[in-house]
């Protein structure tokens, strides 16, 4: 009876468990974790993603130090690709830290730039000549933001 039991609650634990993420087709050359000066990107196989920059418009007065990026508070934007054609991934943003900045529902585009070559690639070694990869993102009041990962770490500020 026990057994019994045990499998009737299996298969309902299996019934009603959420399905996993499917990969997005073409997504593969975006996902990761991307940089640019005082902000941050990451894409996930299922086309989610999350947007995490300085909001120096949060520092009406300036954002008394030195180095305004650093001193400002950090807004994320939430986001899910739900296209990809040739080396451009679409979709639109799902929720968003500061509305003044990002709106929810407004499209988010992302493009692959490849070709990238000295002097802004580097290490690590298996990046030579002209294989550098970026992506550049246009969302909000965002219009073609730059983001590298390790292949293009001089192209994208720190």
Known sequence: MKRIALAVLMIAALTF??????????????????????SG???ASDG????????????PGGCGGHDDYADAPQATVDFTLTAVSADTATGSANAASNPGNDTVGE????????????????PPAS????????LQVSM?????????NDTTHNYCGG
């Open 41 to 43: 990107l990451t894409i």
């Open 107 to 122: 499209p988010v585009t992302i493009t692959l730039v490849t070709g990238i070559g000295e002097p802004f690639t580097g």
């Open 48 to 59: 989610s993603g999350r947007l995490t920059y300085a909001d120096i418009s949060a520092c």
């Open 17 to 38: 468990a959420p399905p996993a993420a499917a990969e997005l087709s073409g997504i593969a050359p975006f996902i990761g974790s991307w940089h640019a000066h005082a």
């Open 140 to 148: 909000g009041k965002m219009r073609d933001w730059n983001y590298c």
């Open 127 to 134: 990046v030579s000549g002209n294989n550098g990869v970026a």
